[in-house]
């Protein structure tokens, strides 16, 4: 199966700093989404971004889908920032199942 | 828009008993996934339903797990004879169509004794 590999494991930053998180996949993709797990378990769709660019306020991504990886930038990052980070991809041909990374925890120390 | 909700939130059996996992998709979509979260792991796809109907249980265990939804209703997990192993976060997920843009609910953690 579409193998996800989320770098780095963990992060740890200064309220304000920026960061970008990284996630490489194996195949082809018609699905990627990044998902934020915050400290109480909720998980939240934060893009769906199978191509391309997208920004929502202080977040952004962008998939280079023919290179096979995508990218999460933060700025300004706030402690509520805080959680961990997931990248999941369903492969072309089998759009129904997301396969997750194993995630970026991040922590922002205020 | 009330979102994907699950019920109950927290779940404590005891090994042996059921337990039955409840979840109401987005209004008007009708492609509903389960996917289980083991302590300090990512998130394992389970089973992807449509009304009435099971797509895709290829995640499923074979044994003691069941899902259904129904053409009335939220869609139901449900585990038998549950063992200490079965503890973990059960996320639900709908879609519009089938396998786009998800949208996660805020999970059922279950807690086996």
């Known amino acids: 199966g579409i193998q996800v590999e989320q770098s780095p494991p963990d992060l740890i930053l200064q309220e304000g700093a920026n960061s970008t998180l990284r996630c490489n996949f194996s195949?082809?993709?018609?699905?990627l989404q990044w998902f934020h797990q915050n400290p109480w378990g909720q998980l939240i769709n934060l893009f769906y971004?199978?191509?391309g660019t997208k920004q929502n306020g202080r977040l952004s991504a962008t998939t280079v889908a023919t290179e096979r990886y995508s990218l999460l930038y933060i700025s300004s990052s706030q402690t509520t920032d805080s959680g961990v980070y997931f990248c999941?991809?369903?492969?072309?041909?089998?759009?129904?199942?997301?396969?997750f990374g194993s995630g970026t925890q991040l922590t922002v120390l205020p | 828009n009330a979102g994907v909700m699950q019920n109950p939130r927290h779940l404590v059996r005891r090994r042996g008993q059921e337990a039955r996992l409840r979840c109401s998709p987005m209004?008007?979509?009708?492609?509903v996934y389960w996917y289980r979260q083991l302590p300090e792991e990512g998130l394992k796809f389970m089973v992807y339903?449509?009304?009435?109907?099971?797509?895709?249980e290829s995640g499923m265990p074979k044994e003691r797990f069941s899902a259904e939804f129904p053409k009335e209703g939220p869609s139901i997990l449900r585990i038998q004879q549950v063992v200490r192993g079965d503890s973990a976060a059960y996320f639900c997920?709908?879609?519009?169509?089938?396998?786009?843009?998800?949208?996660f609910g805020s999970g059922t953690r279950l807690t086996v004794v």
């Open positions: 997920a709908s879609s519009l169509l089938g396998g786009y843009g998800y949208t």
């Open positions: 195949d082809s993709v018609n699905n």
């Open positions: 971004i199978p191509s």
């Open positions: 999941a991809v369903a492969p072309v041909g089998s759009a129904r199942q997301l396969t």
């Open positions: 209004k008007g979509h009708s492609h």
């Open positions: 339903l449509q009304k009435e109907n099971i797509i895709d």
